[in-house]
């Protein structure tokens, strides 16, 4: 198995990194981000912010197609999967992108860039349906995972209800294990519920 995670280093990717790597320890797995990781040699650089970046990394992407799972990307990389058996592509999203799950406001820009990305997703899995039968397009959301993106808004939240890293990742793998094509464009939560529109 090949699997492509693009925001490696950050706190979830890099437990997800580490829990494909436990879990699956023969898969050979590609890690994209800005920051360097000298303990995976197929580590590429990417900077969203860089065109260059992102056309590199998209070439040393293909020269290695195709991968049975995409873990975070954007559309240009829905041509990795493989035509002739099942492949995932899965992005985070949050479920604070959810327009009729909105009972809270705020966040503005949050939840905007969210419901824009589960709406990209709903696009590229419609998209990739036509070429790669098989494919699996959806939006995760994580649950509330203690990192850096979380801390200001730690103390909002219910007792035992703050996953670590490693539990939030190996729920989301055990989602992505059990999605099948008719699943696709949908954004679905860390427990395997699926998050509405
Ligand atoms: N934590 C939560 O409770 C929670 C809840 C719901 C959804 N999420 C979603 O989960 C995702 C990851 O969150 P996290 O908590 O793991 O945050 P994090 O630890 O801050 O990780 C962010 C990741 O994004 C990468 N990144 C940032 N800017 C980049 C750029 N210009 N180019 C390329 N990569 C860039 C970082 O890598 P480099 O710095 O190396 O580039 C890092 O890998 C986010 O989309 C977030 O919205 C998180």
Same mark, same amino acid.
């Given at each position: 198995?090949?699997?492509?995670?693009?925001?490696s280093?950050?706190?979830?990717?890099?437990?997800?990194?580490?829990?494909?790597?436990?879990?699956?320890p023969?898969?050979e797995?590609?890690?994209?981000?800005?920051q360097?990781?000298?303990s995976?040699?197929l580590?590429h650089?990417?900077?969203y912010t860089?065109?260059?970046?992102?056309?590199t990394a998209?070439?040393?992407? $293909?020269?290695?197609?195709?991968?049975d799972?995409?873990?975070?990307?954007t559309?240009?990389?829905?041509?990795?999967?493989p035509?002739?058996r099942r492949?995932?592509? #899965?992005?985070l999203?949050?479920r604070?992108g959810s327009?009729?799950?909105?009972q809270?406001?705020g966040w503005y820009a949050y939840?905007a860039?969210? #419901?824009?990305?589960?709406?990209?997703?709903?696009? #590229?899995?419609?998209?990739?349906?036509?070429r790669?039968k098989?494919?699996?397009?959806v939006?995760l959301?994580?649950?509330?995972?203690d990192?850096?993106?979380?801390k200001? $808004?730690?103390?909002?939240?219910?007792?035992?209800k703050?996953?670590?890293?490693?539990y939030? #990742?190996d729920h989301?793998?055990?989602?992505?294990d059990?999605?099948?094509?008719?699943?696709?464009?949908?954004?679905?939560?860390?427990?395997?519920?699926?998050i509405?529109a």
């Amino acid at each position: 198995m090949k699997i492509a995670i693009f925001g490696s280093s950050g706190t979830i990717g890099a437990a997800i990194t580490r829990r494909y790597q436990y879990h699956y320890p023969e898969c050979e797995i590609h890690t994209f981000s800005r920051q360097q990781d000298q303990s995976n040699r197929l580590h590429h650089t990417i900077d969203y912010t860089d065109e260059l970046s992102i056309k590199t990394a998209a070439e040393i992407s $293909f020269q290695n197609i195709p991968f049975d799972i995409i873990f975070v990307a954007t559309g240009h990389y829905l041509p990795l999967l493989p035509r002739d058996r099942r492949g995932v592509f #899965a992005a985070l999203s949050a479920r604070v992108g959810s327009i009729s799950d909105n009972q809270l406001g705020g966040w503005y820009a949050y939840r905007a860039s969210k #419901a824009a990305l589960n709406m990209i997703l709903k696009n #590229a899995a419609i998209e990739a349906a036509r070429r790669y039968k098989l494919s699996v397009v959806v939006g995760l959301h994580p649950g509330t995972v203690d990192s850096s993106l979380s801390k200001p $808004f730690q103390g909002n939240v219910r007792e035992g209800k703050l996953f670590g890293p490693e539990y939030a #990742a190996d729920h989301l793998i055990r989602v992505i294990d059990n999605l099948t094509p008719d699943q696709s464009g949908k954004c679905f939560a860390w427990d395997g519920s699926e998050i509405p529109a």
